[in-house]
């Protein structure tokens, strides 16, 4: 059985989506993340997202990831996700150009169930500000990476939506970079504990 696991760009109040100005229509001044960002805080996200894995991404992300990694050709994290089967929300899987691309069908979730049944390699989102919520909602994410950043926001596009129903998340690991960003990585423990 697969684990699908999140990786979220995060400031401390909850916003995602750190990407350019024209990325984050919610956050006029994107790229908020820049400064924070050190070669040492690459290697261990490279690090914590690992060597074999498919991407199961929304299809913004996928269209803006589309327009960037084939061109980079190196680093530590273009062979990976360059060389991932990506699996891709959307509803026209006739134009995914960035290859290599699975079936999710008609029904994502059912796909996304029946692909995280089989045996394979882990399925990481990233980003995916629509997609993230309905996983965690329905159950079906193993662990949360959160690259936390020392920002308050205020407003923006937030991952965690009031619909999911309480759960419990275990600590597994946490490393801060030299430029205060901090990077936790939590399991899946179940409902709430209320006793």
């Known amino acids: 059985m697969r684990k699908i696991r999140i990786f979220e760009h995060i400031s401390l109040d909850g ?18 993340s820049a400064p924070y960002r050190s070669a040492a805080g690459a ?13 199961l991404l929304g299809r913004r992300t996928y269209d803006l990831w589309a327009d960037f990694w084939p061109t980079v050709k190196t680093g530590p ?16 899987p006739d134009s995914l150009g960035w290859g290599p691309v699975g079936p999710l069908g008609a029904d994502i979730m059912e796909g996304v169930r029946r692909l995280k049944s089989q045996d394979g390699p882990d399925l990481i989102v990233w980003g995916s500000s629509t997609l993230t919520p309905v996983l965690l909602e329905q159950g079906l ?9 020392p920002v ?15 759960r419990e998340f275990a600590l597994l690991s946490t490393k801060a970079t030299s430029t205060g960003a901090l990077l936790n990585t939590y399991r899946h423990v179940g409902p709430v504990r209320t006793e």
Request: one cysteine or more.
């Open 15 to 32: 916003v995602i989506a750190p990407g350019g100005p024209n990325e984050d229509s919610d956050y006029a001044r994107g790229g908020w």
């Open 43 to 55: 290697e261990a996200l490279a690090e914590a997202q690992g060597k074999g894995f498919d991407l």
């Open 77 to 92: 994290f273009a062979e990976g996700l360059n060389a991932a089967t990506k699996y891709v929300a959307t509803h026209r």
């Open 141 to 149: 994410v193993d662990e949360v990476v959160l690259i936390v950043y």
């Open 152 to 166: 308050l926001l205020g407003r923006g596009k937030r991952c965690f939506s009031d619909n999911a129903d309480p």
